[in-house]
Every structure is written in structure tokens, then in C-alpha cells.
């Protein structure tokens, strides 16, 4: 089953990887700091090596998006995202996993002080509700 882990944070200034940027991670000591690294690249490390990482990518400053909306028959433009929104989408990673549960331990292990993570099955090729 292929779930997508989406990595939403505000850090600022923009940057990857935002625990860098972000005010909640950097107020931790150095050492938790340093744990934390550490255990997210054995965990990148793992998926790689189980086969379960299918693709990972940071994005880009979210004031450099655009938005595309569809009103009266055609596409309107605006630079996006809004002001209003407090976090935007960082990155993502695309897991290939035996079920849910394992789609779950591993998101698990993406949350981190200032990020929300959020898990989603993929619908295709090999996603689809549990």
C-alpha cells in the first residue's frame, strides 16, 4: 500500500530541513537536537534499505507559489498561498508499505517539535482505502 507523509510547518525564514528554521526545535538543547537528526536519517536510512521509500522531496518558499482555482469556466491565477495559513506544505515522502499500521509507525517517526505530519494512502497505482 503506497501512503503519502506530508510535512507541514511555518518555519521562518523558509528552509530545509525546517528544524533548522523553525523557533520549537531550536529552543530544544543541542544534544536532544542532535538525537533527533540522527534518528531521522536511520529512519530514511531503513525505508531505503527495506524498499518502502518510493520518493521524497522538500519544497519550495511557499511566497513563491501560485494558485490555480477554477471560477466561471476558467482558470484564475493568484500568488498563493494566503496569508491566513499559519503552516504550509514543506514536503512530502511517498512510502510503499505492507498496510496501515506500518504506514503509521513510520509517521510516527516523521513528527517533530513544530511540524504536523499528515498520513494519506495513495488512490494509484498500488494506494487505495484500507
Do not use: C
Amino acid at each position: 500500500m503506497k501512503y503519502v507523509i506530508l510535512i507541514h510547518s511555518n518555519p521562518q525564514p523558509w528552509g530545509h530541513p525546517t528544524g533548522e528554521y523553525n523557533s520549537e526545535f531550536q529552543a530544544l538543547p543541542a544534544a536532544e537536537r542532535a538525537r533527533m537528526d540522527r534518528e531521522f536519517e536511520e529512519l530514511l536510512t531503513e525505508l531505503q534499505r527495506n524498499g518502502e521509500l518510493v520518493i521524497g522531496e522538500a519544497l519550495g518558499d511557499p511566497a513563491t507559489a501560485t494558485v490555480y482555482r477554477w471560477e466561471s469556466g476558467e482558470a484564475l491565477v493568484t500568488d498563493g498561498p494566503y496569508s491566513e495559513v499559519k503552516e504550509h506544505l514543506a514536503g512530502f515522502f511517498m512510502i510503499d508499505v505492507a498496510d496501515r499500521e506500518r504506514a503509521e509507525q513510520v509517521a510516527r517517526r516523521f513528527a517533530g517539535p513544530g511540524d504536523t505530519i499528515e498520513l494519506r494512502p495513495a488512490m494509484w497505482p498500488g494506494g487505495g482505502d484500507d
